[in-house]
């Protein structure tokens, strides 16, 4: 089931679905390679805002833009896959 980065604890590994903004969030996160099917690894989390790994580097996200990324645990079968990360319980880094 599909839930905001800030539902997630701190150490998951997610998998990003969608981004639920307007053209200029989505832009953004697109931007910082928040794609859909990316992995994601939670380093801090919570409703104030997240602190993540992606691709290798790591990004602070406020709330309001951490709650309009949604994610399913990595190793869920829903949502897209990544073509470029290595199978579908690929990491973080």
């Known amino acids: 089931m599909q839930k905001p980065l800030t539902q997630y604890p701190t150490g998951a ?3 990003i679905t969608g981004i639920d903004g307007g053209r200029q969030a989505r ?3 697109l931007a910082m390679g928040m794609t859909p099917g990316c992995p994601v690894e939670i380093l801090t989390g919570g409703p104030t805002g997240c602190r ?3 691709r290798g ?3 602070v996200l406020c709330c309001g833009l951490a709650g309009k990324i949604m994610a399913v645990d990595n190793d869920s079968n829903e949502g897209p896959h990544c073509s470029c990360c290595p199978g579908p319980r690929a ?3």
């Open 52 to 54: 993540v790994r992606v």
């Open 91 to 93: 990491k973080a880094s």
């Open 57 to 59: 580097s790591e990004v």
């Open 13 to 15: 590994v997610v998998r």
């Open 27 to 29: 832009a953004r996160m």
